[in-house]
């Protein structure tokens, strides 16, 4: 078992013609409890929540007049009865797929996870919407 766990949320953003992801993470112990409960590892703040200071941010702050839904978004989450880790994504990314992951990889220090459509993740801007 790992000795830390990194969970948090994600925005692929892409107006202007480059891709960037905007992202916030967190890092648990592997035994740390949730108000949620004890199955799940997860980022607790809502992407609404985070959305105005990360977009301001990153970028040179270009992307802070989009509000939190307009980019296609996701949630790195830890299952920790299965011992995975599980992101749950706008299915729009599927076009980028191969790209995204990897980043996505990258960004939060994972080598591999279950990945999974969240229709709770739609978004309106972007060459994704086209």
Known sequence: M????TVGVF?????????GVIYDKETYSPDWQSDFGDEFIIYEKGHCEV???LSRKFFGGKYSNYLYDDF?????TYDKEEG????DFD???KAKFSAIKAKIYSLFGLEKAVW??????????G???A
């Open 2 to 5: 790992t000795d830390k766990i």
């Open 11 to 19: 925005w692929v953003c892409d107006e202007g013609g480059s891709m």
């Open 51 to 53: 959305w105005g200071k």
């Open 72 to 76: 296609p978004r996701g949630r790195v």
């Open 84 to 87: 995975v880790y599980m992101i």
């Open 91 to 93: 299915g729009k990314l």
């Open 116 to 125: 999974q459509v969240d229709n709770h993740y739609k978004s309106t801007k």
């Open 127 to 129: 060459r994704f919407n």
